[in-house]
């Protein structure tokens, strides 16, 4: 599957017009057609396609991802060097976005049609319609210009000097507004989900049989509905792994966190060929990842789901 | 026609309804509402909302009306939004139905790639495409479409595999038909309500994608868009924010509208099963 994406992601960016020794001679001021040659030989440009893709394979194989010609820097050294700050930042938005929606999805699925679930629901529609990236504006406005509780871009303070729990605590206070970004939209997300899977648990039997023992409700809305409901919320988090990753590219340019989103865009400003390709690689590893973790939980959480049936 | 009947008698399909069918009209009649080209200077440089009455929603850094720019952004965003979902949704279809119709080698082959696009990041694959390829509106309709497709392929494919075994297939089989007939004319129309109910979540999320993608600076420069209006008024962020909140209300508004018309079809279509 990966071979797929490596072979797909190669022709798209074979397909660009100009390549990496083009936006170098542009963003040097222009050279003679014998600077171009020779760079174009150190970085192998000139072989034909097919020998270039079946280098670039080999040498994937070696866990060699290339040399950014932008950076003048290996890939992977520049992919690992962001990739703590995006993991950090994705991590805290799925954790609270998946805390704040479950419970709130209970809050909501408890008692379906009722005013609370209305209003949730309501408020979640909206949440969900906005772009991530507006959000951040529009919070970094509020809580960054006009309150200024909150400092508006970057990860940590500049040559602050912090260490240990100081510096632990300025970058958390960095990370508020992006990962309150991030994750309102999953918040909103998660909620539907939880809400709906709660309207359909209550209508099964077990149910039924919980309240005729004489259960009290919020036993049987904690332990039995909501518990049963939170599978497919946990699928979905798999799901939207991917679509994160992609959100996080907006929300790290917006408030300057120097993660792999950010990363991304400056490989395609400096149409950095190699470096754009292991981005989507490694981003592709990632979700594979992910997912790998997400099949493992859900095995944990729901017995059904036995150690026979492969992992997809 | 009964489907949209049942779904204006829905508070949400109504609601929905009526949004996106007055931002379709503002849309189509932009020439009418405000004349002339909105990337035009139109005024003096950064007024504020609601004061000068020929520039309802001020103006941006060059003097260009900002009310102009939302309305002509219409067009876009519904244009984009909905040409992508309609890409989407056909190239799913085809690969679904000719995966679930072949079977054997071509599915492994044809699911093996849409498991591959389904793990990389569509955003991230919308940003590739665009910045090698060059921005313009058909460009970037095909890199949201590219990102999109996979999940419509998908559920075609379920759709097709169940239907494949029904009786009135293998009747089809039986009295000789080609089975490039069966899959167009016994298994697609079957296979698509399904499909079509997916739509209105692509449409949502091809116009949030294309917004995002202009935020970056990757939307097409000679054509106003909310995504770009918004990029713009965040170099004035600190004075004057009203630019950038402006488009992005609009931006909201559209894809509310669109979400409550799926949620409407949504309780019709669940209406008319029980």
Known sequence: ?312 | MRRIRNLMKTPEGMAGFGILATLILVALFAPVLSPGDPLRIAGDPLLAPFVDPAFPLGTDRLGRDVLAGIIHGTRTSLAVGIAAAIAAIAIGLCVGLAAGFAGGLVEEALMRVVDAFQIVPSFLLALAFVSVIGASVPVVVLAIALGAWADPARLTRAQVLSIRERDYVAAARVIGMHPVEIAWKEILPNALPPVLALSAIIVAAAILTEAALSFLGLGDPNIVTWGSMIAEGRNVLRSSPSLSIFPGIALVVTVIGVYLLSEGFGKTLAGSEA
């Open chain 1, 1 to 312: 599957m990966l071979l797929i994406v490596i072979v797909l992601t190669f022709l798209l960016l074979e397909s660009a017009s100009g390549d990496a020794v083009d936006a170098y001679l542009l963003s040097i001021g222009g050279g003679d057609a014998t600077v171009a040659q020779s760079l174009r030989q150190a970085y192998g440009l000139d072989q034909s396609m097919l020998a270039r893709l079946w280098l670039y394979i080999s040498s994937l194989s070696r866990l060699d991802l290339g040399w950014s010609v932008a950076f003048d820097r290996p890939v992977l050294l520049l992919v690992l060097e962001r990739l703590p700050n995006t993991l950090l930042l994705m991590g805290s938005a799925t954790a609270l976005a998946f805390g704040l929606g479950s419970a709130l999805g209970i809050v909501a699925g408890a008692k379906p049609e009722s005013a609370s679930d209305r209003v949730l629901s309501t408020v979640s529609l909206i949440l969900y319609a906005i772009p991530s990236f507006w959000l951040g504006l529009v919070l970094s406005i509020v809580f960054a210009v006009q309150l200024r509780w909150l400092p508006t871009s970057g990860i940590e303070t500049i040559a602050s000097g912090k260490t240990g729990l100081t510096r632990a605590a300025d970058i958390a206070s960095h990370l508020v507004l992006p990962v309150g970004a991030l994750a309102l939209i999953y918040t909103a997300l998660f909620l539907r989900v939880m809400r709906a899977g709660m309207a359909d648990v209550w209508a099964l039997d077990f149910v039924l049989f919980a309240r005729s023992k004489g259960l009290s409700r919020s036993r049987i809305v904690l332990r039995h509905v909501a518990r049963n409901a939170l599978l497919p919320l946990v699928t979905m988090l798999g799901l939207q792994s991917a679509a994160m990753l992609g959100g996080s590219v907006v929300i790290e340019s917006i408030f300057a966190v120097p993660g792999f989103g950010r990363l991304a865009q400056e490989a395609v400003s400096g149409r950095d060929a190699p470096l754009l390709m292991g981005i989507i690689l490694v981003s592709a590893v990632l979700v594979i990842c992910i997912n790998l973790v997400i099949d493992l939980l859900y095995a944990a959480l729901d017995p059904r789901v036995g150690a026979s049936e492969p992992a997809a």
